[in-house]
């Protein structure tokens, strides 16, 4: 265990938090107008958390076997964690969309996987580094709309249409990122599918 990978656990142990304090901010004694900031507060020290592991992970070199099945791995239970929770009323996301996240999310970290055990590594994209961006900005615009909507300035019709044209955006961005990494690793991809063939 690095600091790094310390780090990254904390991705890990956050998402748990973010779906119980949406789910029973009422019992812990959160209001519905502080809710979206605590979830922010939840959502950012996640992110930072991502942020801070790699550069721990370079910085002090302490880049591990561990860390590289982590990294991804706390990446995917974080974010489509968020929008999971997101599901749920208020914001009732359609589920199909998260169902795009999981499974670019499964099939590259499968090919990485099985690629990594045949002993080529597949390379990382700046679009799957973009996408996470991209993932982490929608969560926070979806909060953002939380506050106008516990003020009772914004109806529940207009955060549920906002929200899924938000993160149904970035399902957009991460199709093509998962097609991008496909591509871009298709020669080590191939001969993962058909070992036998000479050229």
């Known amino acids: 265990m690095s600091i790094a990978n310390y780090f990254t656990f904390v991705r890990i142990v956050i998402s748990p938090i973010f779906l119980f304090v949406y789910l029973e901010h009422d019992n812990l004694g959160i209001s519905a107008i502080a809710l979206p900031y605590i979830l922010m507060i939840l959502l ?8 801070f592991d790699g550069y721990l992970a370079r910085r002090y070199n302490q880049v591990t076997d561990l860390g590289k099945v982590l990294d991804p791995m ?12 997101f599901t749920l009323d208020p914001v009732n996301l359609p589920m199909p969309l998260i ?3 999981l499974y670019r999310d499964s099939v ?20 799957g580094k973009i996408k ?3 993932q982490g900005l929608a969560a ?11 003020e009772g300035t914004l109806s529940k019709e207009t955060l549920h249409t906002s929200g899924t044209a938000i993160v149904g955006a970035a399902a957009l961005y991460t199709i093509y990122s998962g097609v991008d990494y496909i591509t871009a690793n298709w020669t080590y991809i191939s001969k993962l599918l058909y070992p036998n063939r000479t050229t």
């Not at 950012?44 to 942020?51: K, P, Q, V």
């Not at 590259?108 to 679009?127: D, E």
């Open 44 to 51: 950012g020290t996640s992110e930072l958390s991502d942020a």
């Open 74 to 85: 706390a990446d995917s239970i974080a974010r489509i964690s968020v929008f999971l929770t």
């Open 99 to 101: 169902f795009i996240f």
């Open 108 to 127: 590259v970290s499968t090919l990485r996987t099985i690629c990594a055990l045949k002993g080529f590594a597949l390379a990382a994209r700046q679009s």
């Open 132 to 134: 996470a961006v991209i």
């Open 140 to 150: 926070l615009l979806v909060l953002i709309l939380m506050i106008p909507y516990a």
